[in-house]
Each structure stands twice: as structure tokens, then as C-alpha cells.
């Protein structure tokens, strides 16, 4: 049976939360072990969470065997990319992961780890493309997420490709955890543009 995206997707997520369940934290201190595993510490307490273990469902992803692009299919994480940011105000931790690497290219994602009183929840940061986003679960994919960091609530992810281009994302507070893609600062141009995503309908 072939499972559609989405719903294999939802059967991931819900395998994946049911893996660990730390206490809600504010503030925590975070490692990294071999650029896969999170380890986050507070309180005295432990946990280490594997991001080859997170799912999404990326929209026009690359797939490096058949040198192609697939209007969507479900991934998980590879490795980390950048060092986590957390929120001071929220204890929300960000993370860079690359999902796809082909040369010199890759396709990656920013998870956000959401502290609830029994475990954390993980969010999809959604950047946008020229077609809407379906769902929750999915988003297109950044560059090589280069740095975050969290300003007043605002979470800031610079991105750039081994052309050059080099971006500063910005979301901003919502109802969702993942924040709402807010806009896009380009820093540098490269062969292939600035960085920042082609939507539909934009100016």
C-alpha cells in the first residue's frame, strides 16, 4: 500500500511524539552530538532527540538518485546544520537541519521545539513558494540554514547556496508556534538570485 504524503506524514509525526517527552522547560542549555542528536538539559533533567526522526513534507523537492524535482514527497531530517536558537521569552528552540544534499546543493528545513507540560511538540517553520502550503507539515525547502536567532519574539533564519546568495528570513509571532512568514532580506545576490523564496502573486 502506498501511503498519500500527507497521511504518511501524520503517521510519522504521531510515531515520533510518542518517542520522548520531556518537562516543559524555559531557557534550556543544548548540545550537539555527532549532528544528529539534540541533547537538551534543564532542571537536572536529560533528553536527546534524533532529527533523523523528524518528517515534513517538502514541496518541490529534489531527489538526488534521479537527478529530479518531485512536487512534494515526505523527508526526514539528516543532520543539523547550524547551532539551535531558543527563544528567552518562550523556551522555544529552533533548529537548521539539512534534508536533502546533492553536490552542491541541498534542500533544508527549520524545525521549532514547542516546551508543553508533558513533552515538546515540533513545528515546521513554513516558507512559502509559488504554490500555498497545504498543510501544516509541509513547507519549501531553505538553502543551507547558516544562523538563528530569535529577536523580540521574531525568529530570523539566514540561508545561502554555494552560488553566492545569501538571505535573511523573517517570521513573526501567530497562533501556531511556527510563526508566519513574515518577509525576506536579501544580503547577498548570487548567480542564482538572493536567496529569498519566488511566490506567486508577489511584487
Not at 37 to 43: A, C
Not at 101 to 112: G, H, P, T
Amino acid at each position: 500500500m502506498v501511503l498519500k504524503p500527507v497521511y504518511a506524514l501524520s503517521l510519522l509525526a504521531a510515531v515520533w511524539w510518542g518517542t520522548f517527552a520531556p518537562a516543559a522547560i524555559a531557557n534550556p542549555r543544548v548540545t550537539i552530538q555527532n549532528r544528529t542528536q539534540l541533547t537538551i538539559t534543564q532542571g537536572g533533567q536529560t533528553h536527546t532527540l534524533n532529527v533523523r526522526d523528524w518528517p515534513i513534507n517538502l514541496l518541490d523537492a529534489t531527489d538526488c538518485a534521479n537527478y529530479a524535482t518531485l512536487p512534494q514527497r515526505v523527508v526526514t531530517g539528516r543532520m543539523i546544520s547550524a547551532e539551535p536558537a531558543i527563544d528567552p521569552q518562550s523556551g522555544q528552540i529552533a533548529i537548521g537541519v539539512i534534508l536533502t544534499e546533492c553536490a552542491d546543493v541541498q534542500q533544508s528545513a527549520v524545525f521549532i521545539l514547542d516546551p508543553q507540560p508533558d513533552g515538546y511538540i515540533a513545528y515546521r517553520a513554513p516558507l512559502p513558494g509559488p504554490r500555498p502550503l497545504p498543510d501544516a507539515f509541509s513547507s519549501y525547502g531553505f538553502s543551507s540554514v547558516l544562523g538563528l536567532q530569535y529577536w523580540d519574539g521574531n525568529l530570523l533564519v539566514r540561508h545561502g547556496s554555494a552560488d553566492g546568495s545569501e538571505a535573511m528570513i523573517i517570521f513573526t509571532r501567530g497562533e501556531s508556534p511556527a510563526g508566519i512568514y513574515a518577509g525576506c532580506v536579501q544580503l547577498q545576490a548570487g548567480e542564482g538570485g538572493g536567496g529569498c523564496p519566488q511566490i506567486s502573486g508577489a511584487d
